[in-house]
């Protein structure tokens, strides 16, 4: 019998490799956080990017319904409106799927307001669930 003991005995009592299984319990998480990171920065830069490409395509078109003669025309400023705004935010910038929405224009037509979203597929964060992250933003312009 203590032939079968000796040999587990060294076994159970040897310490090396023993910070094998700690790495393998901490890569995942390192990994997360990596993954978050860059997926959280590629979410800001497009963010960022589709705030001042609609904050621009306002200010460009709302000249079209502030002002005008015929300020019920809201087909020319979101016509206008998509035109600045394809021109500020280049199509597929970082993977992003954008949905430009409706120009509102209020009942004083002083006042234009238009919003805007974005599907950005994530890189690393999809091995833990998470496939895309939604990113809206609203602009307004007061005359």
Known sequence: MEFVEAPCRRFLD???GASLPLVAM????ILGFI???????????VKARLGDALDAAILAAAHTVIGNSNPDDTTA??????????????????GANVTL???????????VTVSASADVDTTFMGLFGYDSLQIGTETEVTM
């Open 14 to 16: 040897d310490e090396s």
């Open 26 to 29: 901490v890569v995942i998480p």
């Open 101 to 111: 929405g409706q120009a509102r224009v209020d009942s004083d037509k002083d006042t």
């Open 35 to 45: 993954g978050l990171g860059v997926d959280a920065s590629r979410g800001y830069l």
């Open 77 to 94: 400023l979101q016509a206008q409106l998509e035109m600045y705004f394809n021109a500020n935010f280049p199509p597929g910038y970082m």
